[in-house]
């Protein structure tokens, strides 16, 4: 892997917006319905497990737990291997890892085994696929993006759906020794996901170019300064705040449901109808989305949605009945779907192409550490109190903070300097014209060339060359 050229997006590359990337949207769609439904998903095993090894609820719940703390704490390692070896390299591995963990987890002996090899290797594995196909994402798509985000989004509900039935048919039929063994073959569909990956070739450019080129400076394998730009902190500091309470109620509407009287399976078919609306959700909102009005506003659309999922949280501590909670989970669905679709897409829009292998990896880390306090600390209220209306409202409460803190932040403190960003670009790009002018014939014939070329491709981006919406949040 070393004498892999890594993919880092080269800046003279447009965004084809089709074509190829459409193969790179079905990998992202499979990884993301991986990456998200897994952990749930293997959750359908764990009576069997506490039968074999003797153990309580809590301790197999660590195998979720562990898989989630590695996708998101992970996020910092995955960017420095994407920045160092490309995006294709690093998923092939992650695939082979996430795989490997599942089939060692089936020769198990003892949970602490299964927490090393199935949360830890499998974890670490999907970590490696997720990010790498969010940023290959970003960089095929541009004026679709929005829909393709929601599009590759709507993997999770829907591998959560196809993920927990199948699991306990194999459970019945297999054991959950087999299970494991069929689960880790099926895992390995993450490598042929990474072999989709294929890098955007930069143009090609002449003999004389090639050696300025090859002085560019090193890239960095962790771009720190993307904490300088103050979208960026604003974001991640809303983000984290929205991940404290944004998954307590999915957790808990199934044992809010048992504790009213209803049967186990009346029960379950909630999170069945949250799923089945979350489907459509985030598609339709990542059309919403790459609205031309919309897009702009992007931002605030994404705060809207967060501040929809949090009244939802507040107006569901007061079902009392199963018909309440069914509303309940149908309007908790659209506004997750929503936030779902557009969590990654304002995230490119703020630090753009070229940092977001960086900034994705910091922020998933700060939500790791959100992510591991949030149902905890909600499980430790409902103990203290006895009644999930406290958890949900603490849940809403969290939710809806982090929309205020994001449009307030996003309206005071970033809308005032939109503008500075391209007034830097634009001298930057003023002082290589002023130092052009002092090369020597044939570099001016060569710069002539590419500077025909830069303008016979430049009206095709989208017709926005200057004020580029996507900046502009």
Known sequence: MGAVVADDGPSGVKAPDGGWGWAVLFGCFIITGFSYAFPKAVSVFFKELIREFGIGYSDTAWIS???????????????VCVNRFGCRPVMLVGGLFASMGMVIASFCTSIVQIYLTAGVITGLG????????????NRYFDKRRPLANG?????SPVFLCALSPLGQILQHEYGWRGGFLILGGMLLNCCVCGALMRPLEPPKKSEATKEPAEKKVKKKLLDFSVFKDGGFVIYTLAASIMVLGLFVPPVFVVSYAKDLGYQDTKAAFLLTI??????FARPICGMVAGLKWVRPRCVYLFSFAMIFNGFTDLMGSMSVDYGGLVVFC???GISYGMVGALQFEVLMAIVGTQKFSSAIGLVLLAEAMAVLIGPPSAGKLLDATGRYMFVFIIAGIEVTT???VLALGNFFCIKKKLEEPHTKEEAAEREELNKSEDKTPEDAKVDSIEVEQFLKDEPEKNGEVVTNPETCV
């Open 330 to 332: 149908i309007f908790f």
């Open 151 to 155: 599009l590759s989004a709507a993997g």
């Open 402 to 404: 982090s929309a205020l």
């Open 274 to 279: 949250l799923g089945f609306i979350d489907i």
């Open 65 to 79: 737990s562990i898989l989630l703390a590695m996708l998101y704490g992970t996020g910092p390692l995955c960017s």
């Open 126 to 137: 999907l970590a490696l696929n997720f990010q790498p196909s969010l940023i290959m994402l």
